[in-house]
């Protein structure tokens, strides 16, 4: 697709190196902005550049924040000595709307992925080692994705752990709540039977 | 979603704004930009703000176009007697692609749509009537979508055209070439039956 200036080619080019973007869809979304006014693509193209320019991290657990210390890690309420370690900011979304979760989280900030050249250095591993290093923590809670990259970042993070005086968990795999058995993939329905726990309020044995 | 960083929720809001993007992709197409280098992200947004800024139009067909006329319309080898009225560059670039149309383009750079609140006068009609006005096309080919914005800006610029002493003609709608009848919609093949043509090298009578 050659076009007849340079100006639109860039924007195209640019757009299209976004995940799940093609050309053509990169070529819907320029022509859209150019249906709107002047300010308002500054105003969508300002935020863009802020947000990377000017992001801040929680110092303590490393999830995108306005203030130095985010608002769960600075909440006198939360149980600091439980930490959940997750992939990214989405993630401490997902579980904080389940309300289930009183400690604290880590936010990795990825996983590691060979095929991506991200190895543990390129996320906030480091800094989850200093935070435990550092007492008071009892238990990590693993909630990563079920992913290659997950169980490769799980497995990774749960040896260093290990050489730590702190109790490593992961959150639990099996059939969805509301899910048919048959229509799960045969990984999870295996693993959820091997996992098996006793019913609840049923006589212990 | 209340997020932990007004700069985060700023450029999710923005490119939620885009069509087709709602806010769960925005968040991963932000999260994306926040692991690229800062100069990375700076040439994005600035290859959108140029966009928006710096366009121009080709002062005759009124596609995008870096020089003041463009290629199509400064090249003497095309037929300028002829006209094809067409929604933006891309349908211009898939007409390029067929290599079937010796004449020059005219771009609206949108269709009449009341729902979006757009008419005649925000688009490049005013522009193609002066073209007419100023003599020497002979034809000017409606090439706009079968939908019904499509069908009610044909119907408008036919009206207006024919007040011109020009022919007004419009591209055939009917079954795709390669195409099944049975998978074709009722419309399509309604209309293809309706203007069915004489079967090439048949006999006169």
Known sequence: MSLSSSLLEN????LATLPGIGRRTAMRLALELLRREVHEVVRFAE???AL?????????????SDKPVCEICSN????????????????VIAIENTRQFKGLYHVLGGVISPM????PDDLHTHELMERIAQGGVR?????????LEGDTTGFYLNRKLNEQAVLVTTIARGISVGAELDQADE????????????FEHSIKR
Chains 1, 2 share one sequence.
């Open 47 to 49: 935020a863009i550049r």
């Open 187 to 198: 990984i999870t329905l295996g693993r959820s039977i091997a996992d098996r726990k006793p």
């Open 52 to 64: 990377r320019e000017n992001v801040r991290y929680c110092e303590r657990c490393c999830n995108i």
């Open 139 to 147: 238990e990590v809670v693993l909630a990563l994705g079920g992913t």
């Open 11 to 14: 924007a195209v080019d640019q």
């Open 116 to 119: 991506d050249g991200i190895g």
């Open 76 to 91: 006198p309420a939360r149980d600091s000595g439980l930490i959940c370690v997750v992939e990214d900011i989405r993630d």
